[in-house]
Every structure is written in C-alpha cells, then in structure tokens.
C-alpha cells in the first residue's frame, strides 16, 4: 500500500480520500478549512495543517482544488507549497479543473525538483466519486500513468489517456463545455414549451425516445422539472471551466457556442444562483 496525501476535501477529495482510506493506503489529508477533515480522521487519515507537512514522505499527492488560483498556492506557495516537502521520486496527481497553461506550467516547476506530474481531471459527481466509479482524462507521460494506475483504478472505472500534460485539461474543459451547452439547451427548450402552453414533462419524454436525446439530458432535464438543484456541479464552478475553455480557444469569435453559453451562466450568477447546481439555470427561462 502507498503513503498517499490528499490536498482538497470538498465534496469530490472527501470521497476520494475515504475510498483511498477503505482500500488500506495510509492517508494524510490537508484542507484550508481544518474541520473538513475531521470525519476522514475518525477514519484513520491523519490531518496535516498545510500542503508542505501533507506532502511530506508521501509517494502520491493527489490535489482536487477549486481552480488555477488555489492549485498555484497549495503547490507552489513559497512557505507552504506541497513541493517544498515532496521527495524527488513521488508523484503529483493534479485532478482539478484548470487551464492546460497552469498544467503545463506546475508541470515543469515539479520537474526541477524531480517530481512527475501527472494530470488526471475526472468526469463524475459525488456519487461517482463515492463508488468509486469516476472517470480519469489523463494527460501524461505513460509511464507515470502506468505507475500510477492501480492508485486511479481505486478510484475510477476507467483511464484515458489524450496525451501530454495540458491535454487531460483542454478534454476536460470541452467535456464540461458540451455538458454545459445541453443545460443551456434544454433550460431554453423548457422555457419556450412552456411559454407555448405545451407540458415540458411530455414534450422531453417524447423527444428521449429519438437519436437526439443524450443520456446526461434525461438526468438534467429531471432536475429542472423537478425543481432539485442541490449542488452537485454549481453554476459558478461550470461558469469558471467556460472561461478557461475559452482562454484555450484564444478568443470569443473562435467558440461562439461556448460564449454564449458562458453568457447564461453569468446571467445565472448576477441574479443570486451561483452556488445552485448548474440546472438551475432554467429559472431564468421559465419566470412566470
């Protein structure tokens, strides 16, 4: 079993590293707000109160942060930064949402210090995260993935690699992007049935039964009609991942589906729902 240091426990790290914790790894935690780790403890994590002190001695550092803001710090921060502490050998697994520029950049400042990175944003929610079943898209050198892959494996049902480091966050990004633009779609199409007099609720079941249909649209057209917007992916985290696509597309122009999208979830924030789940959105499009 490895020394392994989760850096993060929101709703996705918390569940990683108690899965981690199930399959016998020892497991050292870190989070910026200390309680969050107090039910991890009682499962026998041992808390660490920075990322230096979580890195120390461990052979795999995992990150599940907010964005490249909070990755830089919890890395690179000149008196807390993991890589003050990590051991030339070990392995950085940086499994947030961040900008392909970051990636490459954390990317080469572990290497000076004999560290590889190796990126591995996933696909999933809470509810993959706690079976265990997310899926990795991994940027990399393949022979970092192939020494870590029973780590991952332990934590998700599949593993695909799309290249060099960058790579894992420009799929991930363009993954959330088209999850994002069917919400935006279907908030609108919901709206405009209803504007019509026609039942949503009938109308969507009728159009699932053609090629059309997506399987995330039944889960996120389920959520709108029922009105549950528990937080599983809020708007502010979807609206932060349409902002680094677009800084990878260079400019507006280049992504107008994905700006205009963008625009809808900014919409969203201005009138007080960003820390909704992203389905929330259809409020804006079904005000009566």
Known sequence: MSHIAVLGLGAMGSRMAANLLAAGHQVTVWNRTPAAAEALVSQGAVQAFTPKQ??????FVIA??????????VWLDAGTGAILSMRPGAIAIESST????WVKELGMRLEVKDIS???APVSGSRPQAEAGQLV????????????SRSLLETLGSALHHVGGLGNGALVK???????????????????LLKHNDVDPAQALKAMSATSVWSPVATVMSNSMLSGNFAPMFPVELIEKDFGYALQAAGSLSSAP???AARDVFRQAMAQGLGQENMTS????????
Do not use: C, H, W
């Open 54 to 59: 979580a890195a120390e001695g461990a052979d």
């Open 64 to 73: 599940m942060l907010r964005d490249d803001v909070a990755s830089r710090q």
């Open 98 to 101: 961040l900008s392909p520029d």
């Open 117 to 119: 990175l190796l990126e």
């Open 136 to 147: 990795y898209l991994v940027g990399g050198d393949e022979q970092v993935l192939e020494r």
């Open 173 to 191: 990004l363009t993954t959330n992007a088209l999850l994002g633009i069917q919400v935006a779609a279907l908030a609108e199409i919901i709206g």
């Open 257 to 259: 589906t994905t700006s």
């Open 281 to 288: 959105i259809v409020k804006l499009f079904s005000q009566e």
